[in-house]
């Protein structure tokens, strides 16, 4: 027997199939509740898991078609690439090298939309510059943002960029041009070519946009002048070539010719100088053709000068030119220039030299016919001196004396003192120190007289005599300070250390008596370098106190930023950096102080603290923050950047945020 419903084989009088449970045929069955109930659950699980498994398959193709459609993908792509922009705007509050990060990551994501789906609308909208993205419009995220973001990047790294993007914000035009250039001319030193070249193009094209002749002349002029002394000559040449008005062009054609002739470049020099036909540059030439050893080239170029001085008829020009004829040994020419210009004191100077030419009596020829009386008491104690050299001691006296008559005919009483002072000294060149101190006390003015009396001092000390000198320091009626220093400063140089102690003792005495606080300051500053020179630290520092508590009585602010300035130049001449550093601290100027704070890290720099020249730096810049006007602060980072350069390091934490504050501020 089989079941109906399954096929199985089942048991004789079985009223179910064993393996289905379907009621067999011809069995009898009482329906219950329980049974009844059995097969239609069954039924409904089934259906229910079917329903399940169809939900979950669409489900399925939903998310594939959101997260794996390319218009699905895109959109999520751009989600992403709006939140990094909302970040990096936010970034740019504390750092702009992170925000760059921030939007690089914004741009990537942005292309990617455009390279992976190109055929969405997203992609097309996208290339077409169309659409926004949070507050920017798509186009300019790459066109502007980003490039302006690196910008401020680099700047946060480095305080040269920094000093270009505060530069141009500068108001004035003839400023910023002038500004930029500076900072062009550090880029070009610091090896930066293609960088100095685009800044120095960006710096013609304002300048052209200056109004007005004379202020456009002076701003190119400036800006000629800045590449000079950089020694960028073929930029300066440029820049002057553009310059309209006549006198700001021969102002800066004159400003490339000094810098030529103090690169000893003589020959670029003479072709600028024939150009703007300037005889006391010609004249100035030919005097370094001359130290040169050149004299036929000299003389040349004083040919030249001559020619372009009788044109203009400058009788002080002809006067230089026959002071370097007589410097190059051709003394007639020399003197019949120095007559036509009726110049006595060249002609007294050509008298001197035919007298170092062993030429004594035509020396005594020219000198009598000097007409002024001073300057024909000079050439003849020049020529008494002369004879003194070379042992005719008898000769050398008798001329002194007609110098000394000649001198006290002088009506005029400062005049003669002058006339007086200048004979003295002109016996201390020839090494006749007791005739020069012979005649310095016949010098009634007090100023002329002391004059002397200085240089002799100096000349008895160069010569190992310092008993002698210091007799003479103590004549001088104003005050020695300055001579017993210079002497304490040979018994030092001369290993009589506590002589020369002893003679600073009494340079302290001599200047605590001074009046002016501004000479006084400076005396105390130099005193107290003296001692720190000789080991004496402690009294360096008390003496120093002392000086910078002066300095605060000084009421012009700019003489008492000289004097800082002259104190500060003295202390890092000797190296001394912790005294530059105490006097760094009392500078009011904010550039001023800046400009020390850099040069002071520059020394630690030097020295191998490269750690104390970091932190230095960092308050220089801050410093520099404070700067009101733009060219100066502009100016202030590009000299800091240059210290940092010199120190091989690289701002730090610190200096960087304060950049990024300067940056924000410049905007």
Request: proline share 1%; aromatic share 6%; glycine share 6%.
């Amino acid at each position: 027997m089989h079941c109906d419903q399954c096929g199985a084989t089942v048991t004789q009088g079985a009223r179910f199939c064993a393996d289905c449970g379907a009621p067999l045929r011809g069995a009898t069955v009482k329906p219950t509740a329980g049974l009844a109930r059995g097969p239609k659950r069954r039924d409904w699980l089934w259906v229910a898991a079917v329903g399940g498994v169809a939900l979950l398959v669409m489900a399925g193709v939903f998310a594939f078609r959101w997260f794996f459609a390319p218009e699905a993908r895109a959109n999520r792509v751009f989600v992403e690439a709006s939140r990094l922009l909302e970040l990096a705007q936010a970034a740019e509050d504390q750092s702009y090298v992170e925000a760059l990060k921030l939007y690089r990551g914004a741009q990537s994501r942005l292309e990617k939309i455009t390279t992976s789906y190109p055929s969405t609308k997203l992609a097309v909208a996208l290339m077409q510059g169309e659409g926004r993205v949070g507050p920017y419009i798509i186009r300019d995220v790459k066109q502007e943002i980003l490039p302006q973001m690196e910008r401020k990047a680099e700047a946060e790294e480095d305080p040269l960029v920094c000093a270009f993007l505060v530069a141009r914000t500068i108001e004035d035009a003839g400023s910023r041009a002038l500004g930029l250039a500076e900072i062009a001319v550090r880029y070009a030193q610091a090896g930066q070519k293609d960088k100095a070249a685009a800044i120095f193009f960006q710096t013609l094209q304002i300048a052209k946009t200056i109004e007005g002749t004379d202020r456009k002349g002076e701003a190119l002029f400036n800006i000629t002048r800045t590449y000079a002394r950089a020694s960028q000559y073929d930029q300066a040449l440029r820049v002057a070539e553009t310059i309209e008005d006549t006198r700001f062009k021969h102002l800066a054609l004159e400003a490339i010719t000094s810098m030529y002739m103090q690169a000893s470049q003589l020959h670029q020099a003479l072709q600028v100088a024939k150009v703007i036909k300037d005889p006391w540059l010609m004249a100035e030439i030919a005097g370094k053709y001359v130290q040169a050893g050149q004299k036929d080239e000299a003389s040349e170029v004083l040919s030249h000068a001559l020619q372009a001085a009788e044109i203009t008829r400058d009788a002080r020009a002809l006067g230089v030119i026959a002071s370097k004829y007589a410097e190059a040994g051709q003394l007639h020419q020399a003197l019949q220039i120095a007559r036509a210009a009726k110049n006595a004191w060249v002609v007294a100077e050509i008298a001197g030299r035919y007298a170092e030419a062993g030429q004594y009596d035509q020396a005594l020829q020219v000198a009598r016919t000097v007409e002024f009386d001073s300057a024909r008491a000079s050439a003849l104690a020049k020529i008494a001196c002369t004879h003194a050299q070379i042992g005719q001691q008898d000769r050398a006296a008798e001329i002194l004396s007609q110098a000394l008559h000649v001198a006290k005919t002088i009506e005029n009483a400062n005049v003669k003192a002058g006339a007086l002072s200048q004979i003295a000294m002109k016996c201390v060149e020839a090494g006749q120190y007791d005739q020069a101190l012979q005649v310095a006390r016949t010098i009634e003015g007090a100023f002329a007289k002391d004059q002397a009396l200085a240089a002799i001092v100096a000349r008895y000390a160069e010569a190992g005599q310092y008993d002698q000198a210091l007799q003479v320091a103590k004549m001088t009626k104003a005050s020695n300070w300055w001579m017993l220093q210079n002497i304490a400063d040979k018994y030092a140089q001369a290993g009589q250390k506590d002589k020369a102690l002893e003679i600073l003792s009494q340079a302290l005495q001599a200047a605590e008596i001074e009046e002016n606080p501004y000479n006084k300051a400076q005396a105390l500053a130099q005193i107290a370098n003296k001692y720190a020179e000789v080991g004496q630290k402690e009294k360096a520092s008390v003496v120093l106190s002392h000086a910078l508590q002066v300095v605060r009585t000084i009421e012009s602010d700019s003489d008492r930023s000289k004097i800082l300035a002259k104190m500060i130049d003295l202390y890092t001449q000797a190296d001394q950096y912790d005294q530059v550093s105490q006097v760094a601290q009392t500078i009011g100027d904010a550039s001023d102080k800046a400009s020390v704070l850099a040069e002071i890290a520059g020394k630690y720099a030097q020295a191998g603290q490269k750690d104390k020249a970091l932190k230095i730096l960092s308050q220089a810049l801050q410093v520099a923050k404070t700067i009101e006007d733009a060219l100066g602060k502009a100016r202030m980072l590009a000299e800091i950047a240059v210290k940092y350069a010199q120190a091989g390091q690289k701002v730090d934490e610190n200096a960087r945020k304060i950049l990024h504050e300067i940056i924000r501020e410049a905007r």
